[in-house]
């Protein structure tokens, strides 16, 4: 499956964005989809994930209540929508598919096959 992450920009604290990840070659419904994001000077760090169907997300604890992970299997499409943004949440975001778990989700880098090029979001203060 190839991905492409879109929807970075410029925006202001407070600020909302949503991130899109479109999926080609395979369809997403194969794949529990996660975000992780790299902000300058650090290691890339997990996002939020969500399982094959929908049912099971899980956020990093600095996101949750402000980040939303939703998908759109018909659409082939999965979703950061991303509220009250921080100038902590700059950074190079990018989406991926673990092909391994059916049912669970996973917050381990290393366990996701197929990785997206990156979005950049800049949040100013």
């Known amino acids: 499956v190839q991905l492409q992450a879109s929807g970075g920009g410029l925006v202001q604290a407070g600020d909302s964005l949503t991130l899109s990840c479109a999926a080609s070659?395979?369809?997403?419904?194969?794949?529990?989809m996660g975000w992780f994001r790299r902000a300058p000077g650090k290691e890339r760090e997990f996002v939020a994930t969500?399982?094959?169907?929908?049912?099971?997300?899980d956020y990093a604890d600095s996101v949750k209540g402000r980040f939303t992970i939703i998908r759109d299997n018909a659409k082939n499409t999965v979703y950061l929508r991303m509220n009250s943004l921080k100038p902590e949440d700059t950074a190079v975001y990018y989406c991926?598919?673990?092909?391994?778990?059916?049912?669970?989700?996973?917050?381990?880098?290393?366990?996701?096959?197929?990785w997206g090029q990156g979005t950049q979001v800049t949040v100013s203060s």
């Open positions: 991926a598919a673990d092909s391994a778990r059916w049912t669970a989700t996973t917050k381990v880098e290393n366990e996701y096959d197929f």
């Open positions: 070659g395979r369809t997403i419904s194969n794949y529990a």
């Open positions: 969500i399982s094959r169907s929908g049912g099971m997300t």
